[in-house]
């Protein structure tokens, strides 16, 4: 009997210990799985919001997504082979890291999961999923082989889902890398077919593809079955916001066919429901907008401003203030409204339309300032020029453009600068604007060919003419005598009798990129000089530093802005360091110039091939 307290003792002992080790283990699977659920929710609150911001992460789903992570990589590392917890602990990190966008990390994991766990109920998901994330990885044929190995075992449910939408979604981003927009209307065609064959049978499913569909409708503009689409999306229990966003799209497709009648009941109706009560701003935008199209223009603008005032800094004010700007502009032709309309649009940051508005305010305030400009003698054009740019490219509004481009080609005055650029610029609105004119744009072709033979400007009308390319700018001429002086260098022959062919290209032709580069090839034939003449020297040249320096600071101080420039600037560099620490020996930088100017260790190229990659320029 006197054993039995010893006995009780140890035994609660023991139980202590391993209740205690338990709890650690329960605990730290719990902390995980409980941030990986918050997370969740964070992100169903924030979608119920705005139903299509599936890409962005916000700050605190980032902190508990990577909270579940830490805490389910403690799992694996304590206990790697518990049968129950380590598989969830594997899956709960891949998943993690597929929200937050870590593609390549969640398919590494989404393996490690299906070759440590085959037999596991999640497989089929995690196949599909991992097929998505090397999909958005840009491991295309990878994902392909993925997915196909996901539907070869036939997945149900969510796995089956997500396989096929990412199957419909491949199929339709592969057919717009070769067939642009056509892709669109063989997209809607794959998922009504996928809907008709009843591949998805949970109402999350259907409703998903219908909503995509709905959207290719729209963008191709087939009005009638963006708007069937949108409304059979609103199956089953759906949360109001999407219910909204559904609504939202069938209306806008009657809008666009013409129903402005139609629309306008229709989202009066809905406003006037007790469940979208909160909704309202979006619903009397799209009332400003049926009563735009019916030519009711003041109530359009009180809608626009009830909408806008309803939420001040949401995506709804953003675009009812942009388009207050809009019928300021266009119809009012009154500017200081139009701009004061936009900044208040732009107040709505981040969202589609505040951005349009902070671009068009910025372009409103060029335009005051161009119009206040006074004129420029050496460039009596620049103003009008400018202004039509802006109104071309930022509004747009190619008529208007068209009457300042107008006015400097009717002028006598030639303008340098600008009188080929506007010549070339409405050609090119006459030929691909609407209305266009291409017999118009001919003629202006024409005349940039008969005015200015030899110049850029004419070498790109005859490619838009159609004609047999003939004419060879001062550009090409300098490339072909800069490629003969490369001929003659890397063809072995001395410096001395090289760098003759380059300084015609740099003096002949200064101002073109081969210009520049032959200066460059110039100091690196300098360098190379000083180099051969230090080791030959018993005694060393004190002045061979500052001759090396002096070329590249040739090369940095005509040509700035250039890659050459900034090629030279680091030798610069590199040498005033070497020179000031006592240890310049005429070679190249150890860090920063060498590689990225030269290659070749015994022939010190000038990688002129690399620096000069950027391309023709735009003429327009």
């Known amino acids: 009997m006197r054993r039995a307290p010893v006995l009780i003792a140890v035994l609660a002992l023991s139980a202590g210990l391993l209740t205690g080790c338990s709890g650690v283990y329960f605990n730290t699977t719990l902390n995980a799985e409980k941030a990986y659920k918050q997370a969740l929710r964070l992100r169903a609150e924030r979608l119920e919001n705005d139903p299509d ?59 490690e999961f299906l070759r440590n766990f085959p037999k596991d109920p999640k497989v089929p998901l995690a196949k599909a999923r991992m097929a998505r994330a090397l999909y958005e990885d840009g491991k295309r044929v990878a994902a392909i082989e993925a997915l196909d190995a996901a539907l070869e075992t036939n997945p149900k449910g969510e796995a089956r889902r997500e396989a096929l939408l990412l199957q419909a979604r491949m199929r339709i ?46 963008q191709i503009g087939q009005w009638d079955k963006a708007r069937t689409h949108a409304l059979e999306a609103n199956e089953g229990a759906v949360p109001l916001r999407t219910q909204l966003r559904n609504h939202r799209l069938a209306n806008l497709a009657l809008i666009q066919s ?24 979006d619903l009397w935008l799209l009332q400003a907008r049926a009563s735009e199209g019916l ?5 359009a603008e009180r809608l626009y401003r009830d909408a806008a005032r309803g939420e001040p800094r949401s995506a709804v004010a953003g675009e009812a203030w942009y388009r207050l700007g809009l019928r300021a502009f266009d119809v009012d032709a009154h500017e200081d ?47 009008d020029f400018m202004i039509a740019e802006v109104f071309n490219f930022r509004f747009p509004r190619p008529d208007s453009a068209r009457v300042h481009l107008e006015r400097i080609v009717a002028s006598p005055v030639e303008d340098t600068a600008y009188t080929k650029r506007a010549f070339y610029a409405l050609a090119w609105l006459e030929r691909e604007g609407t209305p266009g004119n291409p017999a118009r744009a001919d003629s202006l072709y024409r005349v940039i060919l008969a005015r200015w033979p030899g110049t850029e400007w004419a070498k790109q009308a005859e490619v838009d003419l159609g004609l047999p390319s003939t004419v060879k700018t001062r550009g090409d001429t300098a490339h072909a005598a800069f490629l003969a002086a490369e001929s003659h260098r890397l063809g072995g022959e001395a410096p001395e009798r090289v760098a003759p062919a380059y300084r015609a290209v740099a003096e002949s032709y200064a101002g073109t990129p081969d210009a520049a580069k032959a200066q460059f090839v110039l100091a690196t034939l300098v360098a190379d000089q000083a180099h051969a003449k230090a080791k030959t020297n018993v005694k060393p040249d004190s002045t ?22 900034t090629a030279a600037e680091k030798w610069i560099n590199s040498m005033d360091e070497m020179i000031n620490a006592g240890e310049y020996k005429e070679e190249a930088p150890a860090e920063g110039g060498d590689d990225e100017v030269l290659e070749g260790d015994e022939s010190r190229k000038p990688r002129t091939e690399k620096l000069d990659n950027r391309g023709d320029e735009d003429l327009y």
Not at 276 to 281: D, E, L, S, V
Not at 295 to 299: F, M, R, T, V
Not at 361 to 377: I, N, Q, T, V, Y
Not at 544 to 565: C, I, S, W
């Open 53 to 111: 911001d599936t890409v962005r992460v916000s700050s605190l789903e980032k902190e508990k997504l990577i909270r579940s992570i830490t805490k389910s990589s403690k799992v694996l590392e304590l206990w790697p082979r518990d049968p129950k917890y380590a598989p969830l602990a594997v899956f709960r990190i891949a998943e993690c890291q597929l929200l937050l966008g870590e593609f390549s990390s969640a398919a590494l994991k989404y393996d």
């Open 173 to 218: 981003d592969g057919d717009a890398a070769v067939m642009g927009s056509a892709s669109a209307a063989d997209g809607l065609a794959l998922y009504e077919q996928l809907l008709s064959e009843g591949a998805f049978p949970t109402v999350e499913g259907r409703n998903e593809v219908r909503w995509r569909a709905a959207q290719l409708a729209y």
């Open 258 to 281: 013409g129903k402005y009648a139609e629309a306008l009941e229709e989202s009066r109706a809905l406003a006037g429901k007790r469940d979208y009560r909160a909704f309202r701003p």
């Open 295 to 299: 030519q009711d223009g003041a109530s």
């Open 337 to 383: 409204s139009a701009r004061a309309f936009f900044d208040s649009s732009a107040r709505a940051v981040g969202t589609p339309y505040g951005d349009s508005g902070s671009e068009a305010a910025g372009a409103m305030a060029r335009l005051a300032d161009l119009r206040k400009s006074g004129e420029d003698p050496a460039k009596p054009h620049y103003a």
């Open 544 to 565: 061979l530093p500052d001759t090396v320096k002096a070329a590249y600071q040739l090369v940095r101080d005509k040509y700035p802005e250039t890659p050459y420039a």
